[in-house]
C-alpha cells in the first residue's frame, strides 16, 4: 500500500465524488487515500487468466466477474478496493455499475510490494463481507495460491494449492488447472532477466 494522499478524513461520499475525475485508481481506507501502483505483465496475465476461466464458467449464472477496474465496498470497514479480480451473484450488484458490495469471491494476486497487505488488513477488511466465501491469494514467484475458505462455522480455513495442482473455487463451484491459470506467465527468472 503506498502513501496516503489525503492530509484530513474523507467520507466514502466526498471520496466517490473526488475519484470519478481522478485519472489513477485509488484505493479508500477509512477516511485515508492511497494511489495504486500499476502492475507488471505476469500480474495482469494470471488476473486475466482468472478472469476468462470465470467468464466462461459462470456464463449464463447470475454471477458477474470483474476485474481490478471495478470498486468493491466494504462498509463495515469503510473501505474501497479493487480486486484483482472478483465475482458477485447478487442482484443489487449487478444494478450499480460503478461499485460492488457483495462479492463472493475475491482474488489478489501478490507483488512484493503489496504481499503483507494483502494477507494482513486488507483481508482483515475483506471478512467483514458477509457475502464473501473464498479468498484466493495467487503468488506470482513460487506459483502458489493460498485459498482462504470461510466454513460454515464462520472460520477461514486456509486451502493451499502448489504450482502443478489445480485451484478449487468452491464458491462458484470451479476447478481450475495450474495449466489454465499459468498460462503464458514466465516464471519469476526469466521475467526479470533480458
Not at 67 to 91: G, H, I, Q, S, W
Not at 101 to 127: C, I, M, N, W
Request: charged share 25%; with cysteine; glycine share 6%.
Amino acid at each position: 500500500m503506498g502513501q496516503a494522499l489525503a492530509r484530513h478524513a474523507m467520507s466514502a461520499e466526498e471520496f466517490l465524488a473526488w475519484d470519478e475525475h481522478e485519472p489513477v485508481k485509488h484505493e479508500f481506507v477509512g477516511g485515508e487515500v492511497f494511489a495504486m501502483a500499476g502492475v507488471e505483465d505476469r500480474h495482469a496475465t494470471v488476473a486475466g487468466n482468472l478472469y476468462v476461466a470465470l467468464r466462461a464458467h459462470l456464463r449464463g449464472s447470475p454471477c458477474r466477474t470483474y476485474m481490478a477496474e471495478v470498486k468493491l465496498r466494504v462498509d463495515a470497514a469503510d473501505c474501497f478496493f479493487y480486486p484483482d479480480v472478483m465475482v458477485t451473484c447478487n442482484a443489487a450488484d449487478a444494478a450499480q455499475p460503478l461499485v460492488k458490495q457483495h462479492a463472493t469471491l475475491v482474488v489478489e494476486v501478490l507483488s512484493p510490494s503489496t504481499a503483507a497487505y494483502d494477507r494482513g488488513a486488507k483481508f482483515a477488511a475483506y471478512r467483514q463481507l458477509p457475502s464473501l466465501a473464498e479468498y484466493l491469494l495467487i503468488d506470482l514467484d513460487t506459483r502458489r495460491c493460498d485459498l482462504y475458505r470461510k466454513g460454515a462455522d464462520g472460520l477461514w480455513v486456509l486451502h493451499p494449492s502448489e504450482a502443478d495442482e489445480p485451484v478449487v473455487l468452491a464458491s462458484v463451484d470451479l476447478s481450475l488447472s495450474a495449466q489454465a491459470l499459468w498460462a503464458e506467465v514466465e516464471p519469476a527468472g526469466r521475467a526479470q532477466a533480458g
